[in-house]
């Protein structure tokens, strides 16, 4: 088992910063393409369910790509601070990196924002950049809660997956189905973020922070509860690797037993 390492990791920080940017900027245009005013795929598919579907498919392939990528096999495509902070109470991320890649996904997050809002303009706006924000009829607290319990599947399925040599490897492909499937049916009642930063950069460009606390406490609080059922079921030490696409010919600065295997 090799241990997290401290220090300036600055070129896995800045392959955050742009993983987070291009998943902004990819998952955010689907949003403007499917559900902006005069959209092309509306004209094709009129009702809204299966277009939920298909911008989640989108929005989480984006992530999914990153992740696979050289940005994504060089930090690890956490691209979210719920997915950092869970590894980072098991031990996987040493505290400089969870502060360093915790600001690298805020401001990729920002940056990314606002080049979708640059990218699409009036649409953009109409959407309020995208933003997420608690369904109709939907209190603050059951968004929260609704975003607890979601970002919880999606650390247990990262767990789980990372947990073995045989599926490790498939790891962005399953949370590429999850987010899919939480987006398609978790949408209406809180945007779907499962990700602080994802939310951080529309709300800043929207003004909309008032609700902002939903889509950080709401996701770490599923950080939480999902590192400690894993943790009464199995034990932390059977994480293979921190990374969700761990490829042997990329460093990596998290603890893992991936080459000792």
């Known amino acids: 088992m090799k241990p997290a390492q401290g220090g300036l990791h600055l070129r896995e920080w800045a392959a955050e910063l742009l993983g987070t940017m291009l998943l902004l900027i990819g998952g955010l245009s689907a949003v403007f393409a499917d559900f902006g005013p005069q959209s092309k795929v509306a004209a094709v598919i009129p009702s809204s369910s299966p277009r939920l579907l298909l911008t989640g498919l989108l929005f989480a392939g984006t992530g999914s790509l990153v992740a696979i990528s050289p940005l994504g096999r060089l930090s690890g495509g956490h691209i979210n601070p719920a997915v950092t902070f869970a590894f980072w109470i098991t031990g996987h991320v040493h505290p400089h990196d969870l502060i360093g890649y915790v600001a690298s996904q805020c401001l990729g997050a920002i940056l990314g924002a606002g080049a979708v809002a640059l990218l699409w303009g009036s649409t953009a706006r109409t959407l309020t950049y995208g933003a997420t924000a608690p369904g109709s009829g939907i209190s603050p607290g059951a968004a929260a809660t609704i975003e607890?319990?979601?970002?919880?599947?999606?650390?247990?399925?990262?767990?789980?997956?990372?947990?073995?040599?045989?599926?490790?490897?498939?790891t962005p492909a399953a949370v590429w189905v999850l987010v899919s499937l939480l987006v398609w049916q978790g949408a209406r009642f809180t945007g779907t973020s499962l990700n602080p930063a994802r939310s951080l950069g529309p709300a800043l460009l929207a003004g909309s922070l008032r609700v902002y606390w939903v889509y950080v406490i709401g996701p770490l609080i599923g950080s939480v509860a999902a590192v400690s059922l894993f943790m009464i079921v199995s034990h932390p030490r059977r994480l293979r690797t921190a990374k969700l696409f761990h490829d042997t010919r990329y460093p990596s600065v998290f603890r893992h037993d991936v080459e000792d295997a």
């Open 148 to 170: 607890a319990v979601m970002t919880s599947l999606l650390i247990l399925t990262i767990f789980v997956f990372v947990s073995h040599l045989r599926t490790m490897r498939w």
